[in-house]
Structure formats: C-alpha cells, structure tokens
C-alpha cells in the first residue's frame, strides 16, 4: 500500500501553517500520524496537499497554569503517559493515555491529533469531555477558544474552519481529594474501546457525593456526558445498591450497532462500566483520605 | 511526476542521503532504497507492528512516517541491533536459545521493541513484557517463547 500522491509542506511556525491552510485547497494536518498515516495508506483520505506539523515549533508543552493543565497539541502522548504534573494534577488522564494504543503509537501519537481526529471512541477525546476541557484554535483571523462540549459536531468533525489549526488545550483539574477512574473495555488490549467511562467524584466529610462527572466513550458519535447521572449522583452515598439504581437507566442511552458489537451490548457496557467506575472514583477518595 | 525532497538520515549508525518521494513511507525507504529488509511489512497501516523502528531511540511503526519526516533524524532498524555481523546482541541470543523467533516474521518488530523495553525497564515482569509487545502481532500464535525469551534476555543483560 502506498499512499497517494500530494505536495508535502512542513512549515515551521503556526502562523506558517495557518497560512498554508487558508491558501491551499484540499489539504490535512499530519500531526503523529497514527490515524492519517493508515487512511493515507489505505487511501481513505486523497488529500493534494500535507501540511505536517512535526517541525512547527512550540506546540510541545505540558504547564500548570491557574489550576488547570495546558497541554500543547504536538505534545506526544508518551510525554503525557510520562508527565509527573499529570500524574499528579490530573490523574484520570494518566489512567486514561496508558489505555491508548501501544508504546510504539504512544511515541509519536499526539493530545491534538487525538482531538482532532475525535475517534467516538478514543480515550483522549472522553478526558477532554469529562474534565470540560476547551481548546485553543489558530486561524487567520487570530486565536480562539472552544468548549469542548462543543467541539465535536458530527461523528469525527470538529467544529474548526477549513483554515484553522488545534494548538493546544486546557484541561481544568480537580482538587487534589477527588476520586477518579477510566475503564473501558475492549477486545484486544490497545485497541479502541468498545465502550468507555470516565468518573470523577467528590465527597464530603460524611462521604456524601458533592460533584460528580460521568462521561461515556464509543456509544455514539462522539462521548456523551450522562447528566442524569451526574445529577442523581449530588447528595448519594456510594454503595452497590445506590449505584446500580443511578446506573441502569443508562441502558436507555442512544448507541449505535456495528460490527463489533450490537447497541444493546454497548447499553449494557455503559451501565457496568459507569459502576465500576465510579466505585473505583469512590475507593480512590477513601484511600486518599487514608493515606 | 511526484514531488521529490532531499534528506540524510542516520540509520544503524551511518548517514544516508536522498532524494526521496514525498509519499513514501519510512518503512519503504528502509527496504526499497537502503536494501533493510529486516523490516518486515505486514498490515502497513500500524496495527502489526513488524516494522517497528527506534526513532531517535522511540520505538515507532515505520509504515506510519513519511520517509521526508526523517530528514536530521537517527534511525535504528533490526539490522542495527548486533554490534557486527559476527556477534549477536544478548537479545538475539535468547531468542535463539529459547525459540522466540518461531516462523521470524515478527521477530524484527519485537526485537527493536524490546530494545525500547529492556533499556527503559531492565527487569520487567512477564506482564510488563506482554503489555510491551502487546502492539506487535505474532500469526504463528505463540508468544510463550517470546516472553520468555524476553525476560531470559533482560536476565542475561543484567549480568545476572
């Protein structure tokens, strides 16, 4: 397999990039090239033109800034599965990228081209959901920022223009006594999850629930945060019985059938999965207040 | 015609110049213009892992790069691992003796992968060796000599 033919650029500033993009017709980003590489070689995608980002300077960067964690759109995943600020500040994220394909695609795969790609089903892309990330977009007419709740528009699309490139994105973390936990399951270790779910969880002295996300990867076009749940959850005390009672309407979920599996198998998923995880969010908090 | 660039690159040590396609892929480069045909192609859309490359020292799927990204870049292959054609790596030597090569399809993508593996862990647990090659596909289906073969390689270059 060969990919198809194109003009290559490889600018080395944002702005360059930016101007490539407003000026040619026709062409894609290739950021680590996990997912473009393979549609490229398989002829998916028959861009004339590739602007590859690997050479444009200071997208690589992971800082703390104000309670949140900035990280650059180049920035690999390796470094984010390595990153001690993530580890600690951010933790779900840690758990979440170790779950993202295998070293050899975390060593160049990068937090942008994740995002941008918007897998339905890719752990980066259900993080940035749960943690209401936003990210930082350039384009001809300067600097914007998306919600990421509204980033994704349509299955694999995200809200930028044909002339505006994904620079990086903020990811607000929560306080250091919170409980976390991204589980997902899939068929073979490294692949994309059939379904996923990622909990934070907040508790008060007597252990009742004072916030609480909940988001769901692989049932639809993009990750879904489960309001109703998170709702329900405010005020509960977290036990087996409470959280089946909060979880199982989840089943009523919308998810899509495919050949890996049948919406009803991913309805189920989500209401197993979101206990899980949230009763592991729950033991994390407890064996913080332990520790 | 399709759009040529000129690159040098570093593979196994010594620097190659080109002028290279802009399509093509590193793995075709390594096979098709250097002769390295130790780097095997199996699915050539990143999901085997037999062409698997130290890039600048970071084990990558070498069908998933552009041959133009690896301009100033070092490069290692499966043909690098052994310090000369008479001696082989401690590595390769426990695949050996342990029969983790079986049908050696794989094998090049394991090896440079291990590689990463034993010079980031140098005592993995067996779990840690399945977790690592768990991006490298082995159709004869038998990773139990591979495992073994790995850990008995981190044994031997620990000097134990």
């Known amino acids: ?291 | 015609m399709s759009e040529q660039r000129a690159i040098a690159v570093t593979v196994n040590g010594k620097r190659h110049e080109a002028a290279v396609p802009v399509r093509l892929t590193l793995a075709d480069f390594l096979r098709h213009r250097l002769g390295l045909t130790g780097t095997h192609l199996g699915c050539e859309h990143g999901v085997c892992g037999a062409c698997t490359i130290l890039f600048d020292g970071y084990s990558a799927r070498s069908c998933l790069m552009l041959a133009v990204q690896a301009d100033g870049h070092d490069i290692m292959t499966v043909e690098g691992i052994a310090t000369d054609a008479k001696t082989l790596h401690p590595l390769q030597e426990a695949f050996r003796d342990n029969h983790g090569l079986q049908c050696g399809f794989c094998t090049p993508g394991i090896l440079t992968t291990l590689i990463e593996l034993l010079r980031d862990n140098p005592d993995p647990t067996e779990a840690d060796i399945r977790i690592g090659i768990s991006g490298n596909l082995c159709r004869c289906t038998g990773y139990h000599n591979i495992v073994a073969a790995a850990l008995d390689a981190a044994k031997r270059m620990r000097g134990a």
């Open chain 1, 1 to 291: 397999m060969k990919p198809p033919a194109f003009s290559y650029h490889d600018p080395r500033n944002v702005a360059d990039a930016v101007g490539l993009l407003g000026s040619l017709d026709n062409a894609k980003l290739l950021a680590g090239g996990q997912s473009l590489m393979p549609m490229l070689n398989m002829r998916y995608v028959l861009p004339d033109h590739v602007i590859d980002l690997n050479r444009v300077e200071g997208l690589d960067y992971i800082r703390d800034s104000n309670g949140a964690l900035e990280i650059g759109a180049m920035t690999r995943q390796r470094d984010i599965e390595f990153s001690d600020l993530v580890r600690r500040r951010c933790p779900l994220m840690h758990e979440a990228i170790v779950q993202v394909g295998h070293r050899q695609t975390r060593n160049r795969g990068t937090l942008g081209g994740s995002l941008c790609h918007l897998d339905p089903a890719a752990e980066l892309v259900s993080v940035a959901a749960a943690l209401d990330a936003k990210v930082a977009v350039a384009g001809k007419n300067g600097a914007r920022s998306i919600d990421f709740a509204a980033f994704p528009v349509a299955y694999m699309t995200p809200a930028l223009e044909f002339d505006e490139l994904l620079t990086g994105a903020t990811f607000p973390c929560w306080p250091e006594r919170h409980g976390h936990a991204f589980v997902e399951f899939s068929r073979r270790h490294g692949d994309f999850a059939i379904v996923s779910a990622a909990a934070l969880l907040e508790e008060d002295g007597a252990g009742k629930v004072t916030r609480a996300s909940l988001t769901l990867g692989g049932l639809g076009p993009a990750p879904v945060r489960a309001r109703d749940a998170e709702r329900a959850l405010i005020g509960a005390t977290i036990g087996d019985k409470r959280l089946r009672e909060i979880c199982e309407p989840l089943r009523k979920l919308d998810a899509v059938d495919d050949i890996h599996a049948p919406a009803s198998y991913r309805q189920q998923l989500a209401t197993v999965l979101s206990r899980r995880a949230l009763l592991k969010a729950h033991e994390r908090i407890a064996a913080r207040a332990r520790a």
